[in-house]
């Protein structure tokens, strides 16, 4: 069993940056893929970005490409997603998850991800 807790989210203007963390408990963080989803008013979760087990394989939505990064620290157990130039279309619940599976895997659905923290709001406003 994992259990996820995302923070850092916040309202930020447009242009602004924001650095989202997802601390894991539980064993074996370090052996499983880690994602980031979001989910806006209204829409469907969707894919923002996967990073694999050991870190060296990142993956991103189109709509993200260049303006987030995201990294893990298997020693605290904890995944980041670094959101720069943020627009207010960025605007929703963003969640971390972990992936079943490899990285690349079906790495934008649902399904693919077994365990799923609260969320944590990240507002932009224009």
């Known amino acids: 069993q994992v259990q996820l807790v995302e923070s850092g989210g916040g309202l930020v203007q447009a242009g602004g940056s924001l650095r989202l963390s997802c601390a894991a408990s539980?064993?074996?963080?370090?052996?499983?893929?880690m994602g980031w989803f979001r989910q806006a008013p209204g829409k469907e979760r969707e894919f923002v970005s996967v990073i694999s087990r050991g870190g060296s394989n990142t993956y991103y939505a189109d709509s993200v490409k260049g303006r987030f990064t995201i990294s893990r620290d298997n020693a605290k157990n904890t995944v980041y997603l670094q959101m720069n130039s943020l627009k207010p279309d960025d605007t929703a619940v963003y969640y971390c998850?972990?992936?079943?599976?490899?990285?690349?895997?079906?790495?934008?659905?649902?399904?693919?991800?077994?365990?799923w923290g609260q969320g944590t709001q990240v507002t932009v406003s224009s």
């Open positions: 539980g064993r074996g963080f370090s052996t499983f893929a």
């Open positions: 998850a972990v992936k079943r599976g490899t990285t690349g895997q079906a790495m934008d659905v649902v399904t693919s991800y077994n365990y």
